[in-house]
């Protein structure tokens, strides 16, 4: 089974140049979220969000997803009350630089993928998830894990580790995805797009599917013809 987070928060006014922007992490992340849920119920993958608490049976939409900012503590708590001997928790992020509600475009950008410190089993699904990253057409560089010592303790290119509450507390493998940094302003002005919305969440399925099976190819390999752009 999957289990899915797309956490609620976040704005930012991106300035660049005389241009100002709002970019809402929680709209981007939700975007994503339901079309990939959509994938995963079409083809009978047990689906559940944390972040509504709810296991998904058929398909949504973005307005269907919860709306409001659930804690941490809450998603983790509900999720580990169900079933997940073999499941496999995807957060859905999009990244920052810094705290700060408003600011300049950052240089820092890119798709990164987060697991717990050390090897268990989160690591090889991160690594299946960053090989579909540099092969899915989400015009987004992806990162080098292993050239930020600060989010990495080995020479693996796949993993930023962390010590997050949603990867430390999970009974089951768990990940995070960073895709795109919202405090640069070429990858928010890409994010806010509903063709690389529907490219990330085609990545997230291809990567779930190959780990459930990995022998198996998607026979798809566009966006377009899962039939998730909406």
């Known amino acids: 089974s999957s289990l899915g987070g797309h956490p609620m928060s976040n704005f930012l006014d991106i300035r660049n140049g005389t241009e ?9 992340n939700r975007e ?16 559940y969000d944390i972040v509504a608490r709810r296991q998904v049976t058929s398909t949504v939409n973005f307005e269907d997803l919860e709306q409001a900012d659930i804690g941490l503590s809450a998603r983790t708590g509900w999720a580990n009350g169900q079933e997940t001997e073999d499941a496999v928790l995807f957060s ?3 990244n920052a630089i810094g705290s700060e509600n408003a600011g300049p475009s950052l240089n820092a950008a890119g798709v990164g993928v987060f697991t717990t410190p050390g090897e268990d089993s989160s690591d090889k699904v991160a690594e299946t998830l960053y090989d579909v990253f540099l092969t899915t057409p989400v015009g987004m560089h992806v990162r080098d894990a292993s050239r930020r010592r600060k989010y990495n303790y080995g020479e693996y290119p796949h993993d930023y580790e962390a010590n997050f509450h949603i990867l430390r507390e999970m009974n089951c ?32 399925f291809k990567a779930i599917i190959q780990h459930m099976d990995p022998d198996s190819v998607p026979a798809s390999t566009s966006a377009e013809e899962e039939g998730v752009y909406g």
Not at 20 to 28: H, P, Q, S
Not at 32 to 47: D, F, P, S, Y
């Open 20 to 28: 100002n922007n709002t970019f809402y992490e929680g709209e981007y």
């Open 173 to 204: 493998t768990a990940l995070i995805g960073e895709v795109g940094f919202f405090t640069n302003y070429n990858d928010a002005a890409l994010m806010t797009q509903p063709d690389t919305q529907a490219q990330v969440a085609l990545a997230y």
């Open 32 to 47: 994503v979220a339901w079309r990939l849920i959509n994938m995963l119920v079409n083809v009978g993958i047990e689906t």
């Open 92 to 94: 859905l992020h999009g």
